[in-house]
């Protein structure tokens, strides 16, 4: 697509309910970053992949939260058991090339999650 | 955690004043980036400067970085009250992307 896209863009749950956030990258893009916002802080990195392969995972707060891209493309950030402190702005980013050397990252407009 | 710190946190000026920000970060970089991020909106790219160069203009911006003080600036030239957003820099040491709190700029008109 023209643009990183990420659905839903609203999402509000109850506590204890198990989330999952979609990233479509910009097509051709090799590599794909979430990260997580907090209201009036910067994007806070969760996870990385290139192609299908998670290369770093070392930003996920704890094993409710995993991530997969099986074919490479599309993404899933997973939250299993929400909690409140889990609400946040969470957004999706991909760059042309392997590895973040000198390589862009386009931002989509991220999900809005609430639990409550 | 986030490596980037910016400063002011907030910063308001009259409409074609020129804004100036700032970045200061923690570890050895390959390159720095500035995003700017309008209200609840994605973040756009905006310019890009490698560990090697020491500035950088694309259009109204100028982008300065100093890697011996571990610092970057970006100058906004004949503001805009559509320069209103957040800007955030983003580290990276060729490992993660780091981004800082941000500066919230606000253009009066």
């Known amino acids: 697509g023209a643009g990183v896209s990420q659905s839903p863009r609203y999402k509000v749950t109850k506590r204890g309910q198990d989330v999952a956030l979609r990233c479509d990258p910009i097509s051709g893009h090799v590599s794909l970053y979430w990260y997580r916002q907090a209201l009036g802080q910067g994007p806070e990195f969760l996870t990385y992949?290139?192609?299908?392969?998670?290369?770093?995972k070392s930003g996920l707060p704890n094993d409710r939260f995993s991530a997969e891209r099986p074919e490479g493309s599309i993404s899933t950030l997973t939250i299993q058991r929400t909690e409140q402190r889990d609400s946040a702005m969470y957004r999706c980013?991909?760059?042309?090339?392997?590895?973040?050397?000198?390589?862009?990252?386009?931002f989509g407009e991220g999900s809005w999650l609430t639990v409550v | 955690s986030q490596q980037g710190e910016e400063d002011p946190q907030a910063l308001s000026i009259q409409e074609g004043e020129n804004a100036t920000m700032n970045c200061s970060y923690k570890t050895s970089i390959n390159n720095l980036q500035w995003y700017r991020q309008n209200s609840g909106r994605g973040l756009v790219h905006l310019i890009l400067i490698r560990s090697n160069e020491r500035e950088k203009h694309s259009g109204r911006l100028r982008v300065t970085l100093d890697t011996s003080k571990k610092s970057s600036s970006l100058l906004i030239t004949a503001s805009r009250a559509a320069d209103t957003a957040s800007y955030f820099c983003?580290?990276?040491?060729?490992?993660?992307?780091?981004f800082g709190t941000g500066t919230s700029l606000t253009v009066i008109p």
């Open positions: 980013a991909s760059s042309l090339g392997q590895g973040r050397s000198g390589n862009t990252i386009y």
């Open positions: 992949f290139n192609y299908e392969a998670q290369q770093d």
């Open positions: 983003a580290t990276d040491d060729g490992n993660q992307f780091y």
